[in-house]
């Protein structure tokens, strides 16, 4: 392959990654903050986060790989997962890497989530918020097509998503956190005894 | 003889196995799943496996119980 | 092992209650405890058998037989350890203090002959925080032992948090492990506890002195007291509307108005509350219900942890019944939604029909919560609040029906005669 088809190729598989990535975390957002309805019900959501985010590794890979295949630049293997090591830009190529490093936990703490004790899989997800902002810093601080109107149009786009889902969530949750209180203050028991994140939104909250 | 086990510790009523395996699981008032105990229909073993699977906190299991248990 | 008679002094029977509490004492009056020494299989073996044929029942309220318990244990490597559940977080129980304040070595006699029998070379003794009394008295009589070698297997004591779910005993095993005082889902009873990777073995501190006497006195002793299907004695403690609460050792059989009688009620009884506030309420026409598991169990109680609360006239049992039902929603440990969410909901709608504020759904409402929560919790705590709720319904049937025509008795605020720990929270008086 021609080096302009390959760079051609990382470009648009970075950019269809970033995109993929930011579903995957409104997903991902989404199914915390309990938002099942009928239609859309909650294994279905947990689902389309699963797998969309295994679309995000697969174009994350194509760009990985054909960003190392060009000759143009010299990337090399080890900067792929040992972050400020390129011989390329070894800033924003870096901080691509530790964006990869932490997805890669994720991804790898996921497959393994059955045999892991939950509150390390836990804790080990919660990477995504990290990986997903560096990502995002990562494509425009490369700065190869963060010049183009559309690009910058679908960056905010991303951003405004994200932030969304987690206005929404934070939302959700605060109106979780004020019926426990109540429930705690009207029924007499300590609020610290109800240590659970709460019953979905459709449970009733009468009497 | 298989059968659907809730862990209520870690449940978090996240309600996924209600919506996968309606037939077995109900929901209660605040959003937990009551089970009976009673061994499942050949037909739903598939769904309950597939509900298991869908829990994120592990908490609905599948047993198998020899009757007299 | 001794034949019945030749070194305990039965003139008086067996008993538990009544005997020196300092070791020279216990020791003139009831010899050294029969710890093995030179055949240790054929000594289990004889050990083992003396306590199937005692019949002696747990004395924690699950009443599950001692020797059973203790067969189950063995094989579970060497080194395991016997944790003497003296916690008593039932509020209306005093029996376990009594008995660490006055018969501290029965109690930890009783530790190591099962520490002998299960292969287990530690004992540790848990008493709440809080109860100086009862750990200073502990202390002395473990420091005793030390100095007379009188425990092959190493005594501690150690405070868990004053919770009532903290003496449940995965919880107690699991704050001895980890320092958290939890519950587990345990669907397999039959799989047993475990510190770390040894054996645990928890047994009620009133157990465990009876194992000490049985050990001296052999199973005669035992079933010389109380029926042949539910022999030996147990220890209440009797409260509520009465001149003299406190701890009486009554044989099992025994009806419950005697027992309740011994504390002498202050007046004729309404009801009286059997097993603790996880346990049921018994109606006037049930008061001569002997005092064991079998009939206990036919008007729908169960001894529990020895406790006979007398409930007198002054106040209605439906309010008392709300005040307990608070209670006890409050000391969820917080981990299942069933627990943590229905037994509130539940305390509210039995202080509303107390009340008499009643709304159309409320009787329908309550008895499919009741209906829901039982069971679905991973230790027992919500179904010993649904049983005492549903025994309430029944008992006081009348009162239900009053209150829920809106005609609530002028006694529903009377003051309250159960006891409730000052830090519990919510509770109205």
């Known amino acids: 392959m021609s080096s302009t088809s390959l760079w051609y190729a990382t470009r648009a598989s970075g950019l269809t990654a970033l995109i993929l990535l930011t579903l995957t975390m409104v997903m991902g957002i989404g199914t915390s903050a309990r938002l099942s309805t009928r239609n859309w019900p909650g294994f279905a959501q947990q689902e389309l986060h699963r797998r969309i985010s295994m679309l995000a590794v697969v174009f994350l890979g194509i760009h990985v790989l054909t960003s190392v295949l060009d000759t143009y630049v010299h990337i090399g293997l080890a900067a792929v997962v040992v972050p400020f090591t390129s011989g390329y830009d070894r800033f924003w190529v870096g901080v691509g890497t530790v964006a990869l490093d932490a997805m890669i936990a994720v991804w790898i703490t996921s497959l393994l989530r059955g045999r892991m004790r939950p509150g390390a899989w836990r804790a080990v997800h919660w990477l995504a918020y990290l990986s997903w902002p560096v990502a995002l810093a990562h494509a425009f601080g490369m700065g190869t097509d963060a010049g183009e109107g559309w690009v910058l149009v679908l960056g905010m786009l991303c951003v405004a998503s994200v932030g969304a889902a987690l206005a929404w969530r934070t939302w959700a949750a605060r109106r979780q956190a004020v019926a426990r209180a109540g429930l705690a203050a009207t029924r007499g028991v300590p609020e610290k005894h109800l240590s659970l994140t709460g019953p979905t939104n459709r449970g009733s909250r009468r009497a | 003889m298989i059968r659907i086990l809730v862990d209520p510790v870690a449940c978090d009523a996240y309600g996924y196995c209600a919506e996968l395996l309606p037939e077995a699981v109900s929901l209660d008032e605040w959003g937990y799943p009551i089970v009976d105990g009673a061994p499942l229909p050949a037909e739903l073993v598939d769904a309950a496996r597939r509900a298991a699977r869908a829990c994120p906190r592990r908490a609905i299991t599948l047993r198998k119980r020899n009757p007299g248990h | ?255 419950l108005i005697e027992i309740a009688n011994r504390a002498v009620p202050l007046g004729p009884s309404q009801a009286l509350l059997v097993g603790g506030y996880g346990g049921a309420w018994v109606g006037p026409d049930h008061f001569t219900t002997p005092y064991a598991s079998l009939p206990l169990r036919a008007v729908g109680a169960t001894a529990g942890v020895g406790v006979i609360v007398v409930l007198g006239q002054g106040v209605c049992g439906l309010t008392e019944t709300a005040r307990v039902a608070q209670y006890l929603a409050g000391q969820s440990a917080g981990q299942c939604g069933p627990c943590v969410y229905g037994l509130p909901a539940i305390a509210h709608d039995v202080a509303r029909l107390a009340r008499g504020q009643v709304d159309a759904g409320l009787a329908a409402r309550l008895e499919r919560r009741l209906g829901q929560v039982e069971g679905r919790g991973a230790c027992r705590h919500p179904d010993g609040a649904v049983h005492l709720v549903r025994s309430a319904l029944r008992v006081f049937a009348a009162d239900v029906h009053a209150h829920l025509r809106r005609t609530p008795c002028a006694r529903r605020d009377g003051p309250t005669q159960l006891r409730f720990p000052v830090a519990a929270p919510g509770v109205t008086r």
């Open chain 3, 1 to 255: 092992m001794p034949s019945a008679g030749d070194t305990v002094s039965t003139a008086r029977g067996y008993r538990l209650l009544g005997h020196p509490s300092d070791l020279p004492g216990h020791l003139a009056a009831l010899g050294p405890a029969p710890l093995p020494s030179r055949d240790w299989s054929r000594w289990r073996e004889e050990f083992v058998s003396a306590l199937e044929a005692s019949g002696l029942g747990g004395r924690g309220g699950a009443g599950f037989p001692a020797a059973v318990k203790l067969a189950a244990a063995h094989g579970a490597g060497g080194g395991g350890t016997v944790v003497v559940n003296a916690m008593e977080g039932e509020p209306a129980s005093d029996k376990d203090k009594l008995l660490l304040v006055a018969s501290p070595h029965l109690v930890l006699d009783g530790a190591q002959l099962v520490a002998a029998a299960s292969g287990a070379d530690r004992v540790i003794v848990c008493v709440p925080a809080g109860r100086a009394r009862v750990a200073a008295a502990v202390s002395h009589a473990m420091e005793e032992r030390l100095a007379a070698r009188c425990a092959p297997a190493s005594e501690t004591l150690v405070h868990p948090p004053e919770r009532f779910v903290a003496g449940e005993e995965s919880a107690l095993v699991r704050w001895i492990g980890t320092g958290q005082s939890l519950p587990s889902f345990r669907p397999d009873k039959g799989v047993s506890l475990q510190i770390g990777r040894k054996g645990a073995l928890v047994h009620n501190a009133e157990t465990l002195a009876h194992v000490a006497l049985i050990a001296r006195t052999g199973p005669e002793a035992f079933r010389a007291r109380g029926l042949d299907e539910d022999p030996g004695t147990s220890l209440v403690t009797v409260s509520g509307a009465v001149e003299q609460p406190g701890v009486v050792e009554a044989d099992r059989g025994t009806p």
